[in-house]
C-alpha cells in the first residue's frame, strides 16, 4: 500500500484534482478487456490486482514529478492509454501508481507536405481518423480497439490494423516519437523518414508495452483518402484453397490492404446474420486508391482467386462486413455467461509452415471438444497471421479461468512447436510472458539488460512482457 505521506506529496505536485485514491477510479483503471477480468465481479466483487491510487498528469512535469517519486520510494508505474488491451498489460499485480494518459489528448498538426500528423499519445485512434477525415486525410490503422485504443497504446504494444496489408503494422506509420525513460531522461526522434544513424532506437519503443518509458508524443504516417474501395468476395470449398490463393496474390504483386479468409465456422457465424447462406470459406478482398488502379489489381486478383477454385460471389458481404468490422460482440457476450470464457489466439508463420500449424490447432480443439471459430488476416508475401477464437462453458467461473489458461498455454507450446511465433500484434502482457523466453531464446536476456539499464528500479509495468 501507497503512504498517506506519499498521496499528499502527490497531491502537492501535481493538484489535488489529477490523483485519486477513489475506487470507482482504481477498478476502472486496473482492468482492461482480458476475459479473466469479466469474471472477478463473480468471483471477488471487484479486481484481485488494482492499483493503490491513480494519477491524471496533464504535462511532461507532471509524468517527471511522477516518476521521481516512484523511483524514490520503489512504486511500481502501470501506464493506462485506452484500456483495450486483451492480455492484462494494465492489470496492476503489485499494487503501485496508475498513470492515466488520458489528458495527453492533443492533436498538435499535420505537415501537409510530408504526409504525416502530429498528436500526444493520449490521442484516441477514431477520434484522430474523425479528425483527419474532415481535412482529406485517414490514419488507415484499424485495430478492432479502433474505437478506444489511444496511439501510445498501439504503439506499445506493436498493433496491427484491419487494412494492414497494405499499409502495414504501427511500426510502418510511426515517424517520430517522443518517450520520457524510467531514469527521467526524455527521448525526442525526429520525423525524418529514414536514417542510419546506428540501431534504430524508435523500434525500441515499439512493442515494448512500457517496460522502458512513456510514450508522449508521436509523429504518424497519414494518407488522403482514397478515390475508390473495391471489394471481392470468394466461396472455396477449403481452407487450403484459399490460402493459396492469398499467397499467390501476395507474391505477384499485388497490393490489397483487406485479406481476410474465414473457415467454415467463423464464415457462418460471423456473416450468416448478414447474408451469408453458403457452405465453404469466405475470403474478403478490398482493394483501393486511384480508380483506375483499384480496378487493375482487382481484375488480376479475380484471375488468381478462380485459378484455385475460388467462386466470386460479389461485393455485398465485404461491404457489410466493413460497416460492422469493429463488432467484437460475440465474444464478449461468453465472457459475461457464468461459467462461459472466450478469446482470440492471434499467431503468425510463414507459409511453408501455416498450413501444418492451422490443422494441429484444429485438432487440438476438435480432440477436446472445443468450439474454435478461425480466420486469417494481415498477409504477406513471406508468410500470414491466423486467428482462432475458442469458445469454452464449464460449471463455474473458476474453472473457466483454469480453462482459458490451459488453452492459453498449450496452443502457445504447440505454436513454438511447429516454427511460429506465439504473437502477431496484441502483444504479452501477462498472458503470454511466461512463453516468450522460449520463442526469443538469448533475445529475451537483451530485453531485460535493457529494462535494467533504463529502469534500474524497475518501476514500470512490473511483471509484464517480461
Same mark, same amino acid.
Given at each position: 500500500?501507497?503512504?498517506?505521506?506519499?498521496?499528499?506529496?502527490?497531491?502537492?505536485?501535481?493538484?489535488?484534482?489529477?490523483?485519486?485514491?477513489?475506487?470507482?477510479?482504481?477498478?476502472?483503471?486496473?482492468?482492461?478487456?482480458?476475459?479473466?477480468?469479466?469474471?472477478?465481479?463473480? =468471483?471477488?466483487?471487484?479486481?484481485?490486482?488494482?492499483?493503490?491510487?491513480?494519477?491524471?498528469?496533464?504535462?511532461?512535469?507532471?509524468?517527471?514529478?511522477?516518476?521521481?517519486?516512484?523511483?524514490?520510494?520503489?512504486?511500481?508505474?502501470?501506464?493506462?492509454?485506452?484500456?483495450?488491451?486483451?492480455?492484462?498489460?494494465?492489470?496492476?499485480?503489485?499494487?503501485?501508481?496508475?498513470?492515466?494518459?488520458?489528458?495527453?489528448?492533443?492533436?498538435?498538426?499535420?505537415? +501537409?507536405?510530408?504526409?504525416?500528423?502530429?498528436?500526444?499519445? &493520449?490521442?484516441?485512434?477514431?477520434?484522430?481518423?474523425?479528425?483527419?477525415?474532415?481535412?482529406?486525410?485517414? $490514419?488507415? +490503422?484499424?485495430?478492432?480497439?479502433?474505437?478506444?485504443?489511444?496511439?501510445?497504446?498501439?504503439?506499445?504494444?506493436?498493433?496491427?490494423?484491419?487494412?494492414?496489408?497494405?499499409?502495414? &503494422? @504501427?511500426?510502418?506509420?510511426?515517424?517520430?516519437?517522443? *518517450?520520457?525513460?524510467?531514469? &527521467?531522461?526524455?527521448?525526442?526522434?525526429?520525423?525524418?523518414?529514414?536514417?542510419?544513424?546506428?540501431?534504430?532506437?524508435?523500434?525500441?519503443?515499439?512493442?515494448?508495452?512500457?517496460?522502458?518509458?512513456?510514450?508522449?508524443?508521436?509523429?504518424?504516417?497519414?494518407?488522403?483518402?482514397?478515390?475508390?474501395?473495391?471489394?471481392?468476395?470468394?466461396?472455396?470449398?477449403?481452407?487450403?484453397?484459399?490460402?493459396?490463393?492469398?499467397?499467390? @496474390?501476395?507474391?505477384?504483386?499485388?497490393?490489397?490492404? *483487406?485479406?481476410?479468409?474465414?473457415?467454415?465456422?467463423?464464415?457462418?457465424?460471423?456473416?450468416?446474420?448478414?447474408?451469408?447462406?453458403?457452405?465453404?470459406?469466405?475470403? *474478403? =478482398?478490398?482493394?483501393?486508391?486511384?480508380?483506375?488502379?483499384?480496378?487493375?489489381?482487382?481484375?488480376?486478383?479475380?484471375?488468381?482467386?478462380?485459378?484455385?477454385?475460388?467462386?466470386?460471389?460479389?461485393?455485398?458481404?465485404?461491404?457489410?462486413?466493413?460497416?460492422?468490422? $469493429?463488432?467484437?460482440? +460475440?465474444?464478449?457476450?461468453?465472457?459475461?455467461?457464468?461459467?462461459?470464457?472466450?478469446?482470440?489466439?492471434?499467431?503468425?508463420?510463414?507459409?511453408?509452415?501455416?498450413?501444418?500449424?492451422?490443422?494441429?490447432?484444429?485438432?487440438?480443439?476438435?480432440?477436446?471438444?472445443?468450439?474454435?471459430?478461425?480466420?486469417?488476416?494481415?498477409?504477406?508475401?513471406?508468410?500470414?497471421?491466423?486467428?482462432?477464437?475458442?469458445?469454452?462453458?464449464?460449471?463455474?467461473?473458476?474453472?473457466?479461468?483454469?480453462?482459458?489458461?490451459?488453452?492459453?498455454?498449450?496452443?502457445?507450446? =504447440?505454436?513454438?512447436?511447429? &516454427?511460429?511465433?506465439?504473437?502477431?500484434? +496484441?502483444?504479452?502482457?501477462?498472458?503470454?510472458?511466461?512463453?516468450?523466453?522460449?520463442?526469443?531464446?538469448?533475445?529475451?536476456?537483451?530485453?531485460?539488460? =535493457?529494462?535494467?539499464? *533504463?529502469?534500474?528500479?524497475?518501476?514500470?509495468?512490473?511483471?509484464?512482457? @517480461?
Amino acid at each position: 500500500m501507497i503512504s498517506t505521506a506519499i498521496i499528499d506529496r502527490l497531491n502537492r505536485e501535481l493538484g489535488l484534482e489529477q490523483v485519486s485514491t477513489n475506487i470507482n477510479d482504481l477498478i476502472t483503471l486496473s482492468r482492461d478487456v482480458t476475459p479473466i477480468c469479466y469474471k472477478w465481479i463473480d =468471483l471477488y466483487g471487484q479486481p484481485p490486482q488494482r492499483a493503490d491510487a491513480a494519477v491524471f498528469p496533464k504535462n511532461m512535469e507532471h509524468l517527471k514529478s511522477i516518476l521521481n517519486i516512484a523511483n524514490e520510494e520503489k512504486i511500481p508505474l502501470n501506464i493506462y492509454g485506452g484500456g483495450s488491451g486483451t492480455v492484462g498489460g494494465i492489470i496492476p499485480l503489485e499494487g503501485g501508481i496508475t498513470v492515466d494518459m488520458s489528458y495527453f489528448d492533443r492533436i498538435l498538426g499535420i505537415d +501537409h507536405q510530408s504526409l504525416s500528423v502530429t498528436v500526444e499519445s &493520449g490521442v484516441i485512434a477514431q477520434i484522430l481518423e474523425d479528425y483527419l477525415n474532415l481535412r482529406g486525410y485517414t $490514419f488507415r +490503422h484499424y485495430p478492432q480497439s479502433f474505437r478506444s485504443a489511444s496511439i501510445g497504446g498501439l504503439i506499445a504494444t506493436k498493433s496491427i490494423g484491419q487494412f494492414s496489408t497494405k499499409y502495414g &503494422g @504501427i511500426e510502418n506509420f510511426l515517424v517520430g516519437v517522443e *518517450v520520457l525513460l524510467a531514469n &527521467g531522461k526524455v527521448i525526442s526522434l525526429a520525423d525524418a523518414p529514414r536514417s542510419s544513424t546506428g540501431p534504430d532506437i524508435k523500434n525500441m519503443f515499439i512493442g515494448s508495452e512500457g517496460i522502458l518509458g512513456i510514450i508522449t508524443k508521436a509523429n504518424l504516417r497519414i494518407y488522403k483518402l482514397p478515390e475508390k474501395m473495391k471489394f471481392q468476395c470468394y466461396l472455396y470449398k477449403d481452407i487450403y484453397a484459399g490460402l493459396d490463393s492469398i499467397r499467390d @496474390i501476395l507474391q505477384s504483386g499485388l497490393n490489397p490492404p *483487406v485479406v481476410r479468409l474465414y473457415n467454415e465456422q467463423e464464415s457462418k457465424l460471423k456473416f450468416e446474420n448478414i447474408g451469408f447462406g453458403y457452405q465453404g470459406c469466405l475470403l *474478403v =478482398l478490398c482493394y483501393e486508391g486511384q480508380a483506375e488502379l483499384a480496378e487493375v489489381e482487382a481484375s488480376l486478383s479475380e484471375r488468381i482467386c478462380s485459378r484455385n477454385g475460388g467462386k466470386n460471389i460479389g461485393d455485398q458481404l465485404g461491404k457489410m462486413w466493413y460497416e460492422h468490422r $469493429f463488432d467484437t460482440r +460475440h465474444i464478449m457476450e461468453k465472457d459475461e455467461e457464468y461459467g462461459g470464457i472466450s478469446d482470440a489466439i492471434e499467431i503468425s508463420a510463414s507459409w511453408s509452415k501455416i498450413k501444418g500449424l492451422y490443422y494441429e490447432i484444429e485438432k487440438y480443439f476438435k480432440q477436446r471438444n472445443i468450439m474454435v471459430a478461425s480466420h486469417f488476416s494481415h498477409a504477406y508475401a513471406q508468410g500470414i497471421s491466423s486467428y482462432n477464437i475458442f469458445y469454452v462453458n464449464r460449471e463455474d467461473e473458476q474453472q473457466a479461468i483454469d480453462e482459458f489458461y490451459r488453452i492459453w498455454d498449450d496452443i502457445m507450446q =504447440l505454436t513454438l512447436n511447429l &516454427g511460429g511465433s506465439i504473437s502477431h500484434h +496484441h502483444g504479452i502482457g501477462m498472458i503470454k510472458n511466461k512463453m516468450l523466453k522460449k520463442e526469443l531464446g538469448p533475445g529475451y536476456d537483451m530485453i531485460k539488460d =535493457l529494462k535494467n539499464a *533504463v529502469d534500474k528500479n524497475n518501476i514500470l509495468t512490473r511483471g509484464k512482457l @517480461i
